[in-house]
């Protein structure tokens, strides 16, 4: 499993960017995947993670309405589109799937605190990292 992430970059407050993560390994199609983000001296936090089902996504309170993911299982890759940051989503972000457990499906919001930190993890990515500034 390899989830490679890119997309990131100096943006002003208010810019956009969108955020890739290409899979290999596995197909993302009725996997669960999901974007994290770590601040320089903070706690990695779920920003963003569908399940397998893909009808429902979860979105932490500070990016609702701004953030959203999608994938293309065509391309095995997930997205994260990110309109009006703010310089507080200023960090380093990294997508993540969950260890493939047969016959088990996990909640849309598998990547909220205190669900997160319990689970394992089938891969994640390198990193990409996000500045808002002006």
């Known amino acids: 499993v390899q989830l490679q992430a890119s997309g990131g970059g100096l943006v002003q407050p208010g810019g956009s960017l969108r955020l890739s993560c290409a899979a290999s390994?596995?197909?993302?199609?009725?996997?669960?995947i999901g974007w994290f983000r770590q601040a320089p001296g903070k706690e990695r936090e779920g920003v963003s993670c569908?399940?397998?089902?893909?009808?429902?996504?979860y979105y932490a309170d500070s990016v609702k309405g701004r953030f959203t993911i999608s994938r293309d299982n065509a391309k095995n890759t997930v997205y994260l589109q990110m309109n009006s940051l703010k310089p507080e989503d200023t960090a380093v972000y990294y997508c993540?799937?969950?260890?493939?457990?047969?016959?088990?499906?996990?909640?849309?919001?598998?990547?909220?605190?205190?669900?997160?930190?319990?689970?394992?993890?089938?891969?994640w990515g390198q990193g990409t990292q996000v500045t808002v500034s002006s």
């Open positions: 569908i399940n397998e089902s893909d009808r429902r996504k």
């Open positions: 993540a799937t969950p260890a493939y457990i047969p016959g088990n499906s996990y909640t849309h919001d598998w990547c909220r605190p205190g669900v997160a930190g319990n689970l394992r993890y089938d891969g």
């Open positions: 390994g596995f197909t993302l199609d009725n996997s669960a």
